[in-house]
């Protein structure tokens, strides 16, 4: 079946911009996850949905991020006023969770610029 | 604090050599640890998970908690393994703390 996916691929934006990025998971994954990745680092926690809410959002590095998932499926990482700290790669993940750690299945991320 | 320690950025080894990917970490508590891998122009996948005690692709990973260690090793590389390996912890039943990752390089 397909895989999670994101959208777009690749954002270039100015400093000050508002961009959204898109994540689709694993259909009937009730877990979604955001993480970010900078040049030549592991992926870095964001935020954690179950279902519709955010169960942990404490890896947002400020309030210039914000992240929804309306109707517990697709999601939306919201940045604003963007700095051109936030260039990064942009990763989704998500699983269904079971009675221990459940596998977490990446999307192919999204690559941030800002200039 | 809860941290993964990749000390190599790069391993480069001959095709058929042995290969040892060194992850360390800090963590209070059970941990739970996973190998990830990223191959060229492709997502991250899971490689394999210390609790499986399996062997992926002829790869294999020891819990040391004594040394807090999580090393991943495979006695004859392969061209096709060359890719970004990351070690991660989950610090919860949800949350993955990655390493900054080791890129593993195979020559012919």
């Known amino acids: 079946g397909a895989g999670v996916s994101q959208t777009p691929s690749n954002k270039v934006t100015e400093k000050g911009k508002y961009v959204e990025l898109r994540c689709d998971p694993i259909?009937?994954?009730?877990?979604l996850y955001w993480y970010r990745q900078s040049l030549g680092q592991g992926p870095e926690f964001l935020i954690y949905?179950?279902?519709?809410?955010?169960?942990?959002d404490s890896g947002l590095p400020n309030d210039r991020f914000f992240a929804v998932r309306p109707e517990g499926s697709v999601s939306t990482l919201k940045i604003q006023r963007t700095e051109r700290g936030d260039s990064a790669v942009y990763l989704c993940?998500?699983?269904?969770?079971?009675?221990?750690?459940?596998?977490?299945?990446f999307g192919p991320g999204t690559r941030l610029t800002v200039l | 604090a809860q941290r993964v320690t990749q000390p190599e950025k790069l391993l480069s080894v001959f095709k058929g050599a042995p290969v040892e990917l060194k992850c360390n970490y800090s963590?209070?508590?059970?941990?739970?640890l996973f190998w990830y891998v990223q191959y060229s122009r492709q997502r991250l996948q899971l490689l394999l998970r210390?609790?499986s005690r399996e062997s992926i692709k002829g790869f294999t990973a020891d819990l040391n908690k004594g040394e807090t260690s999580f090393h991943l090793k495979k006695p004859f590389a392969q061209e096709e393994d060359s890719a970004m390996y990351y070690c991660?912890?989950?610090?919860?039943?949800?949350?993955?703390?990655f390493g900054s990752g080791t890129r593993l390089l195979v020559r012919p």
């Open positions: 993940a998500s699983s269904f969770p079971g009675t221990s750690f459940a596998e977490q299945f």
């Open positions: 259909s009937g994954h009730t877990a």
């Open positions: 949905f179950q279902g519709t809410g955010a169960a942990d």
């Open positions: 963590y209070s508590g059970s941990p739970e």
């Open positions: 210390h609790i």
């Open positions: 991660a912890l989950a610090d919860s039943s949800y949350k993955l703390i």
